[in-house]
């Protein structure tokens, strides 16, 4: 491993970040290149605050590093945060969409980037047996304790989907999972490869309206989540194996006051 001049990174972090605030993109931009200098593995996320400048190349997933470090940092504030202030509902509304269509109970249930249990807890009732899997370390131990799963994992999603060899599940969900993912082929088909025929996946995602998207299929948006086009959901999902049940324009949070546009998706393997 290389060791990070923690010093160095901190200022030339800070420096890019202020950069950034000024307006100055072209300095920032410079900036935060010199911080992937420092810490190639980009536990700041640098290369996501690059491309929601709009520039550079647009990276195919937030760094494993950067997701692990973010939601650590933050596990013990998390659900006052989401929930409270930027008023984060989607666990309740995949257990609202799932009723409401007569859907479950389940027999086994993954719950993708669980967090620290809100979908678990709100589908607790539907499901004999859940497992969860997050990459924060910190997340997955405040799961732990609140005793809501069978099977908890610490791994990023697509490599767990990739290596698991248990049996398949029912129902997969990923709440929150997407805007750190661009690419979502390898998503889908993990998914698909641990679904039993017929099995149901159930997502949120993020989007922006077309005009800003301007032909792309996914980009970073101005807040460093990723934001997926409608139609860029449906074609991959469709490549894949799976029918859309149902589509959901949501709003997934508020940030900075305003209402964050969404999409709860229902699709189930063919």
Known sequence: MQKIDEEALAEAYNRALALEKSGDIDAAVKAYEEVLAIDPDDHGGAAVRIASMGRGETPDRAPDAYVATLFDQHAEVFEDVLVEQLDYHV??????????LGLGPFARVLDLGCGTGLTGGALRDMAEDITGIDLSENMVEIAHEKDLYETLYVAEVVDFLEDNDDEPFDLITATDVLPYLGALEALFFGVAENLNPGGLLIFSSET?????????????GPHQRFAHAQSYVRNRLNAIGFDVVELTDITVRMEDGQPIAGH???????
């Not at 666990?91 to 409401?100: D, K, S, T």
């Not at 709860?264 to 063919?270: D, M, Q, W």
């Open 91 to 100: 666990p309740l509304l995949v257990r609202q969409r799932l009723q409401a």
């Open 208 to 220: 922006l309206p077309d005009e800003i998207f301007n032909g792309r299929t996914f980009m970073v």
């Open 264 to 270: 709860l998706v229902i699709a189930k393997l063919r």
